[in-house]
């Protein structure tokens, strides 16, 4: 795209202006600079203009046309990645989704709805609530995270625990390929045994194989009741054990750990009362959900913990947000310390609190005067590894926790995906011949390497 000529480009915004209409193609560089730097300020590129269809239709116009001129195509949705993968770097046209607004009527019998790319989180949610029912992902950024860039990363949250991640919610998906043909149906049938799951591929390929532009999408009960409580321990090993303890409940849905520096950072920012008058080096939020007050059944298994040193229960939903401020605020309140290192890994959860240690000393050593965050969802052994004041040393930071993550037989991203960020360390965790295979299916959907270049596997444009 950086290449292209004027006279190229020009031909690009004529045909797109007959695909989408002239309001809906942007050249003014200062309104194109938005869509060219994420939501972390980490990760910024350039792009030639924005795109943005209404629909499916105008999506595979838009590709069409690219396609035919061979220019490189970025999808993206809410913006709100924190791997880099949604955003330009070398002038490519952006695709924005956010249009495509489309939520069918609730299927009351299978429990699924139709969903647009461009739908928010919390818009999925309003929708699914006024059926009844409720939908299994919950993330900090609800409000603008989309549903494509949901399926594009199989964005995780804060109950994997009981419902799992994107990918256990997707029944199926319609997409674009990169030359504007269009796959998939997002008719959700309940059955279908008709050879390779296509829906499956897409759900967490960030855009590289095919551009989502609706999904169809589980629906889970709207459960009336609720209980809410942070323990306080003295070691992660014992938040671990507490969970395995709680994991006899049905009902538990959440189960979240952050630590004392973390939360003295989100009362401050927040000028909120921590959930205790002492500070504990480790808490564990936990929720329950049930259509019977599950209240008793929490406290009776908290009363058994070991190692449990303190605990608060919410008496109301007040009470409730405050706990879960102490936990959702702690992005917002890293970020008002400045740009984070932002990682991403898992390791199995027995191995949990070894990881978080090992950690601390990898910071302590690379880069002893920057500040470390830890927090994250502890059933699934995920941990988000924020280090503030890093400079320089971000880099070797970066290695050091991949590769302890490696070591452990766990994951480099749980959750936020490879994009440009950690691409370089996907051999840590995918052999050569897995990498190969990356490659040929990448090729196999986009042979021209036209769409998201340079994300999770680097195939050249050709």
């Given at each position: 795209?950086?290449?292209?000529?004027?006279?190229?480009?020009?031909?690009?915004?004529?045909?797109?202006?007959?695909?989408?209409?002239?309001?809906?193609?942007?050249?003014?560089?200062?309104?194109?600079?938005?869509?060219?730097?994420?939501?972390?300020?980490?990760?910024?590129?350039?792009?030639?203009?924005?795109?943005?269809?209404?629909?499916?239709?105008?999506?595979?116009?838009?590709?069409?046309?690219?396609?035919?001129?061979?220019?490189?195509?970025?999808p993206?949705?809410?913006?709100t990645?924190?791997?880099?993968?949604g955003?330009?770097?070398?002038?490519?046209?952006?695709?924005?989704?956010?249009?495509?607004?489309?939520?069918?009527?609730?299927?009351?019998?299978?429990?699924?709805?139709t969903?647009?790319?461009?739908?928010?989180?919390?818009?999925?949610?309003?929708?699914?609530a006024?059926?009844?029912?409720?939908?299994?992902?919950?993330?900090?950024?609800?409000?603008?995270?989309?549903?494509?860039?949901?399926?594009?990363?199989?964005?995780?949250?804060?109950?994997?625990?009981?419902?799992?991640?994107?990918?256990?919610?997707?029944?199926?998906?319609?997409?674009?390929?990169?030359?504007?043909?269009?796959?998939?149906?997002?008719?959700?049938?309940?059955?279908?045994?008709?050879?390779?799951?296509l829906?499956?591929?897409?759900?967490g390929?960030?855009?590289?194989?095919?551009v989502?532009?609706?999904?169809?999408?589980?629906?889970?009960?709207?459960?009336?009741?609720?209980?809410?409580?942070?323990?306080?321990?003295?070691?992660?090993e014992d938040?671990?054990?507490?969970?395995?303890?709680?994991?006899?409940?049905?009902?538990?849905?959440s189960?979240?750990?952050?630590?004392?520096?973390?939360?003295?950072?989100?009362?401050?920012?927040?000028?909120?009362?921590?959930?205790?008058?002492?500070?504990?080096?480790?808490?564990?939020?936990?929720?329950c959900?049930?259509?019977?007050?599950?209240?008793?059944?929490?406290?009776?298994?908290?009363?058994?913990?070991?190692?449990?040193?303190?605990?608060?229960?919410?008496?109301?939903?007040?009470?409730?947000?405050?706990?879960?401020?102490?936990?959702?605020?702690?992005?917002?309140?890293?970020?008002?310390?400045?740009?984070?290192?932002?990682?991403?890994?898992?390791?199995p959860?027995?191995?949990?609190?070894?990881?978080?240690?090992?950690?601390?000393?990898?910071?302590?050593?690379?880069?002893?005067?920057?500040?470390?965050?830890?927090?994250?969802?502890?059933?699934?052994?995920?941990?988000?590894?924020?280090?503030?004041?890093?400079?320089?040393?971000?880099?070797?930071?970066?290695?050091?926790?991949?590769?302890?993550?490696?070591?452990?037989?766990?994951?480099?991203?749980?959750?936020?995906?490879?994009?440009?960020?950690?691409?370089?360390?996907?051999?840590?965790?995918?052999?050569?011949?897995?990498?190969?295979?990356?490659?040929?299916?990448?090729?196999?959907?986009?042979?021209?390497?036209?769409?998201?270049?340079?994300?999770?596997?680097?195939?050249?444009?050709?």
């Amino acid at each position: 795209m950086c290449a292209a000529s004027s006279e190229v480009v020009d031909r690009l915004i004529d045909r797109l202006i007959d695909v989408v209409g002239a309001g809906h193609v942007l050249t003014d560089p200062d309104v194109v600079a938005g869509f060219a730097t994420d939501w972390t300020g980490r990760f910024t590129g350039s792009a030639r203009l924005v795109v943005r269809p209404a629909d499916r239709d105008e999506v595979s116009g838009v590709l069409k046309v690219c396609h035919e001129l061979g220019i490189a195509v970025v999808p993206q949705g809410g913006n709100t990645g924190l791997v880099g993968g949604g955003i330009p770097y070398r002038g490519e046209v952006v695709l924005s989704l956010t249009r495509l607004t489309y939520l069918s009527p609730v299927d009351p019998v299978t429990r699924q709805v139709t969903a647009g790319a461009g739908v928010t989180l919390s818009a999925l949610t309003a929708h699914a609530a006024e059926a009844g029912l409720d939908f299994a992902i919950n993330i900090a950024s609800r409000g603008s995270a989309t549903v494509g860039g949901l399926v594009a990363t199989n964005a995780g949250g804060l109950r994997v625990l009981r419902w799992g991640s994107m990918r256990d919610q997707v029944v199926d998906v319609e997409a674009v390929l990169a030359n504007g043909d269009v796959v998939g149906r997002a008719v959700g049938l309940p059955k279908d045994s008709t050879g390779y799951d296509l829906a499956g591929s897409l759900v967490g390929s960030e855009g590289t194989l095919a551009v989502v532009t609706a999904a169809r999408l589980r629906l889970i009960p709207a459960f009336a009741e609720r209980a809410t409580a942070t323990l306080a321990f003295d070691r992660t090993e014992d938040a671990v054990a507490a969970i395995g303890a709680l994991r006899v409940l049905p009902s538990l849905t959440s189960a979240e750990v952050y630590y004392d520096a973390g939360l003295k950072l989100v009362c401050a920012h927040r000028q909120i009362a921590p959930p205790f008058a002492e500070s504990y080096e480790v808490y564990l939020l936990v929720e329950c959900t049930a259509d019977v007050d599950p209240t008793e059944a929490l406290g009776e298994v908290v009363e058994t913990l070991p190692g449990l040193r303190n605990s608060a229960l919410a008496v109301d939903e007040s009470s409730r947000r405050t706990l879960w401020t102490h936990r959702e605020a702690h992005a917002e309140a890293i970020n008002a310390l400045g740009p984070p290192l932002k990682l991403d890994v898992g390791v199995p959860t027995a191995l949990a609190a070894e990881f978080e240690q090992e950690v601390r000393s990898i910071v302590t050593e690379v880069a002893p005067s920057a500040t470390l965050v830890l927090f994250g969802h502890l059933a699934e052994g995920n941990y988000h590894v924020n280090v503030v004041g890093a400079g320089d040393a971000e880099d070797e930071l970066t290695d050091r926790v991949l590769r302890a993550a490696a070591a452990r037989d766990g994951t480099i991203s749980a959750e936020h995906g490879v994009g440009v960020a950690k691409a370089r360390w996907l051999e840590l965790t995918r052999s050569p011949v897995e990498r190969a295979l990356y490659r040929a299916v990448k090729l196999a959907w986009d042979p021209g390497g036209l769409l998201n270049p340079g994300v999770l596997v680097a195939v050249p444009a050709t």
